[in-house]
T-cell receptor, first 110, second 115 residues
């Protein structure tokens, strides 16, 4: 069974702090996606990383794909209450099925 | 309407009821998906349709029956459900399921409660 393990499962921090969320697997993926899901809504795609070692930035969010394309990280600088949500990673293998992590629930307190 | 829409947003049903969930995508995509989301668990893929043809049924019980009349619409017909079927049911679409990226766009989900 292919697994994507996300850590931590839950994180509650103060506004202005930095944080990193991890997504790890023993499998190689053709690409890896990060989504954010807010209560009462479906996941929204934030970014797709494709190349090993790739780094993408989205304002205060930095996404990195591991060199071997088995793992990824999401780093948030100076977290804001608007960053609160469930962060999901999903790995693609070139077919219709994405392998999903269980998510990191992030709460940013004002 | 834009993106992916789902109705109803909330549904409470008894175990003997029959109901249907509806999904519509306005993105011109070729593939549509049904997922089940339960707390603290990864998204569970239930069904995939590509160009209206079902390409995956991930060992889903027969009490869930999908229907895809065209590439923009997807239904999930429910009958004789169990309380453990209570969850958020998400519909998604993607441009091309075989592109290697398979970036998916989700609807807001239907929160289903089975009594």
């Amino acid at each position: 069974t292919q697994l994507l393990e996300q850590s931590p499962q839950f994180l509650s921090i103060q506004e202005g702090e930095n944080l990193t969320v991890y997504c790890n697997s023993s499998s190689v993926f053709s690409s890896l996606q990060w989504y954010r899901q807010e209560p009462g809504e479906g996941p929204v795609l934030l970014v797709t990383v494709v190349t090993g070692g790739e780094v993408k930035k989205l304002k205060r969010l930095t996404f990195q794909f591991g060199d071997a394309r088995k793992d990824s990280s999401l780093h948030i600088t100076a977290a804001q209450p608007g960053d609160t949500g469930l962060y999901l990673c999903a790995g693609a293998r070139g077919n219709y099925q994405l392998i999903w992590g269980a998510g990191t629930k992030l709460i940013i307190k004002p | 309407e834009t993106g992916v829409t789902q109705t109803p947003r909330h549904l409470v049903m008894g175990m003997t009821n029959k109901k249907s969930l509806k999904c519509e995508q306005h993105l011109g995509h070729n593939a549509m998906y049904w997922y089940k989301q339960s707390a603290k668990k990864p998204l569970e893929l239930m069904f995939v349709y590509s160009l209206e043809e079902r390409v995956e049924n991930n060992s889903v019980p027969s009490r869930f029956s999908p229907e895809c009349p065209n590439s923009s619409h997807l239904f999930l017909h429910l009958h004789t459900l169990q309380p453990e079927d209570s969850a958020l049911y998400l519909c998604a679409s993607s441009q091309d399921r075989t592109s290697g990226l398979n970036e998916q766009f989700f609807g807001p989900g239907t929160r289903l409660t089975v009594l």
